[in-house]
């Protein structure tokens, strides 16, 4: 039986191998020289790592932090914008970016906000909400990414001043009215999803509770 159960593993371990191996023949490459030596072409060595044959320096992809928040008025209206640049020129977001060296999650998205919408959003208005995968596009490359997605309350959005370079507009929805077809990312279009199911109905007032411990977001 353990046998059996063996070579089953060793079977599928194979099958696993030889996908792998398919990836890494087809797997773009962001690192076209070494970053230490300046050889060309560090070769792909797993589904996350480059490495130099001449020096043997590792080249790792793996997820950039993101931070993002759902920024609620009184009126339970969710704060969306319409990006001003590519990746998603013109499509819906929610206010965020990548993570600075040094700073928490919070930080993260209360500097994103700041400068993308003109609000100061206190650090402790912040509750983790949701982390969910994410890609982006950057200098030809989709990179993988990690969004931190955080529930903000704040009384209104009076004040929110976009920076047109970032923001072509801001939004200001009910979670269950913001078409989520027209975002530029799913994880942020999930988020959004996510926060329309739990003020709907008999969620409503689990929302209405400033307590968002109560909130439970995976369900
Ligand atoms: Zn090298």
Same mark, same amino acid.
């Given at each position: 039986m353990a046998t059996k159960k063996y070579a089953a593993n060793r079977e599928s371990d194979a099958l696993l191998d030889e996908k792998r191996a398919s990836m890494r023949s087809h797997m773009p490459s962001?690192?076209?020289?070494?970053? %230490?030596? /300046?050889?060309a072409e560090p070769r792909?060595?797993? &589904? %996350?790592e480059f490495r130099c044959a001449a020096c043997g320096h590792r080249h790792f992809i793996t997820p950039i932090p993101a931070a993002g928040a759902l920024v609620v008025d009184a009126a339970g209206r969710v704060l969306i914008i319409r990006r001003g640049? &590519?990746? /998603?020129?013109g499509l819906l977001g929610l206010p965020g970016g990548v993570m600075e060296a040094g700073e928490t999650g919070e930080q993260a998205a209360a500097r994103e906000i700041r400068e993308e919408t003109g609000l100061d959003v206190p650090l402790e208005a912040f509750q983790p909400f949701c982390t969910l995968p994410n890609q982006y596009l950057f200098q030809d490359f989709v990179w993988p990414t990690i969004d931190l997605i955080y529930l903000a309350r704040v009384e209104?959005?009076? /004040?929110?001043?976009?920076d047109a370079a970032e923001v072509q507009e801001w939004l200001a929805l009910p979670p269950h009215e913001v078409?989520?077809?027209?975002?530029?990312f799913p994880s942020n279009a999930e988020s959004v999803r996510r926060l329309a199911l739990l003020t709907s109905s008999s969620s409503q007032l689990l929302l209405k509770i400033n307590d968002v411990s109560t909130i439970h977001p995976y369900q």
């Amino acid at each position: 039986m353990a046998t059996k159960k063996y070579a089953a593993n060793r079977e599928s371990d194979a099958l696993l191998d030889e996908k792998r191996a398919s990836m890494r023949s087809h797997m773009p490459s962001p690192f076209h020289h070494c970053t %230490r030596c /300046g050889t060309a072409e560090p070769r792909p060595h797993s &589904e %996350r790592e480059f490495r130099c044959a001449a020096c043997g320096h590792r080249h790792f992809i793996t997820p950039i932090p993101a931070a993002g928040a759902l920024v609620v008025d009184a009126a339970g209206r969710v704060l969306i914008i319409r990006r001003g640049h &590519e990746p /998603g020129l013109g499509l819906l977001g929610l206010p965020g970016g990548v993570m600075e060296a040094g700073e928490t999650g919070e930080q993260a998205a209360a500097r994103e906000i700041r400068e993308e919408t003109g609000l100061d959003v206190p650090l402790e208005a912040f509750q983790p909400f949701c982390t969910l995968p994410n890609q982006y596009l950057f200098q030809d490359f989709v990179w993988p990414t990690i969004d931190l997605i955080y529930l903000a309350r704040v009384e209104s959005f009076d /004040g929110a001043q976009p920076d047109a370079a970032e923001v072509q507009e801001w939004l200001a929805l009910p979670p269950h009215e913001v078409p989520l077809d027209q975002f530029a990312f799913p994880s942020n279009a999930e988020s959004v999803r996510r926060l329309a199911l739990l003020t709907s109905s008999s969620s409503q007032l689990l929302l209405k509770i400033n307590d968002v411990s109560t909130i439970h977001p995976y369900q």
